[in-house]
T-cell receptor, first 116, second 114 residues
Framework: AQKITQTQPGMFVQEKEAVTLDCTYDTSDQSYGLFWYKQPSSGEMIFLIYQGSYDEQNATEGRYSLNFQKARKSANLVISASQLGDSAMYFCAMREGPYGNNRLAFGKGNQVVVIP | NAGVTQTPKFQVLKTGQSMTLQCAQDMNHNSMYWYRQDPGMGLRLIYYSASEGTTDKGEVPNGYNVSRLNKREFSLRLESAAPSQTSVYFC?????????????FGQGTRLTVV
């Protein structure tokens, strides 16, 4: 069963504007971690940000922030002040805890194109 | 630091041929993963190894086998390649003790089965 859902179609964003990428997840574990990765056209996977299931504050890393709503099981990525270099695929991922045997699963990704 | 090294980077196989994709990490990580990436499908987990000596099936294990040779190395074998296995394959590793450690990825292997 799909555990990570990213359903938005490709998005076009104006440079310097903010963009929100949606991610919902499903798990029975109480302890889990949520991650966002960026994949530019060159193909490498770049880690962006992490949110733990027990973290009370939303995670932030520079221009990236994570809007974590535990009850809704959502972990949306917000990119502020978009730059041309932000054009890429973005993947949401979840690592489950002991009941999930530390499995790490990814969503299908969101394509973002930043336009000048 | 080498991180996660995958070999080969590119491979073309004929239907029915076999091959092994190699993956090695030098970060002393317990967990290792194999994914395939197809357009519109994201990264799908093929097999993973939570720790040395254990392996588990992921979402799409059919047609593949894995070996956790030691803590450093985790190989993926295609016994009889099919065109449906044309894909980009990624190996990843992470520390498994806590959920808050990100995975580190190799550069990927682009496999074409004709």
């Amino acid at each position: 069963a799909q555990k990570i859902t990213q359903t938005q179609p490709g998005m076009f964003v104006q440079e310097k504007e903010a963009v929100t990428l949606d991610c919902t997840y499903d798990t029975s574990d109480q302890s889990y971690g949520l991650f966002w990765y960026k994949q530019p056209s060159s193909g490498e996977m770049i880690f962006l940000i992490y949110q733990g299931s027990y973290d009370e504050q939303n995670a932030t890393e520079g221009r990236y922030s994570l809007n974590f709503q535990k009850a809704r099981k959502s972990a949306n990525l917000v990119i502020s002040a978009s730059q041309l270099g932000d054009s890429a695929m973005y993947f949401c991922a979840m690592r489950e805890g002991p009941y999930g045997n530390n499995r790490l699963a990814f969503g299908k990704g969101n394509q973002v194109v930043v336009i000048p | 630091n080498a991180g996660v090294t995958q070999t080969p980077k590119f491979q073309v196989l004929k239907t029915g041929q076999s091959m092994t994709l190699q993956c090695a990490q030098d970060m002393n990580h317990n967990s290792m993963y194999w994914y395939r990436q197809d357009p519109g499908m994201g990264l799908r987990l093929i097999y993973y190894s939570a720790s040395e000596g254990t392996t588990d099936k992921g979402e799409v294990p059919n047609g593949y086998n894995v070996s956790r040779l030691n803590k450093r190395e985790f190989s993926l074998r295609l016994e009889s390649a099919a065109p449906s296995q044309t894909s980009v394959y990624f190996c990843a590793s992470s520390e498994a003790l806590f959920v808050n450690t990100e995975a580190f990825f190799g550069q990927g292997t682009r496999l074409t089965v004709v």
